[in-house]
C-alpha cells in the first residue's frame, strides 16, 4: 500500500505558475506509477498526467499538454506537477495517484490522495 499526501495549491491568477507537490510513503514508491488526476466542480474526475516508474516515460491530457509537467523523485518519495499558463478552467481539486501498472484513466488508480484545491482567477 501506499499512502499519497498532495500540497501547493491555492489561489493564483491567469497566467500564473504553480507547483503541486505529493508525499508518499512506503519504501516501494519506486514501484508505482504514478499520476495527476483534477475534478472540476459538478464534473467527472480526470486524468492530466502520469509518469512511470523511473520517470523515463510521461503522459499528458491534451488540455495540459505543452503547459503542466509530471516529474519524481525516488529517494524523496515525491511526485511533483508544474503548472505554467494557468487558466480558469484549470480550477480543480487535484489529486495525487498510483497505481502499480501503466495507466492513463482516472478511475483506474489503485490508490489516491485527499486532493489539493486549486483555483485561477481570470
Known amino acids: 500500500q501506499v499512502q499519497l499526501v498532495e500540497s501547493g495549491g491555492g489561489l493564483v491568477q491567469a497566467g500564473a505558475s504553480l507547483r503541486l507537490s505529493c508525499a508518499a510513503s512506503?519504501?516501494?514508491?519506486?514501484?508505482?506509477?504514478m499520476g495527476w488526476l483534477r475534478q472540476i466542480s459538478g464534473k467527472e474526475r480526470e486524468f492530466v498526467a502520469a509518469?512511470?516508474?523511473?520517470?523515463?516515460?510521461?503522459f499528458y491530457a491534451d488540455s495540459v499538454k505543452g503547459r503542466f509537467t509530471i516529474s519524481r523523485d525516488n529517494a524523496k518519495n515525491a511526485v511533483y506537477l508544474q503548472m505554467n499558463s494557468l487558466k480558469a478552467g484549470d480550477t480543480a481539486v487535484y489529486y495525487c495517484?498510483?497505481?502499480?501498472?501503466?495507466?492513463?484513466?482516472?478511475?483506474?488508480?489503485?490508490?489516491w490522495g485527499q486532493g489539493t484545491q486549486v483555483t485561477v482567477s481570470s
Open positions: 495517484a498510483a497505481n502499480p501498472t501503466w495507466v492513463t484513466g482516472a478511475y483506474e488508480y489503485d490508490y
Open positions: 512506503g519504501r516501494t514508491f519506486g514501484s508505482y506509477v
Open positions: 509518469i512511470s516508474w523511473n520517470g523515463g516515460r510521461t
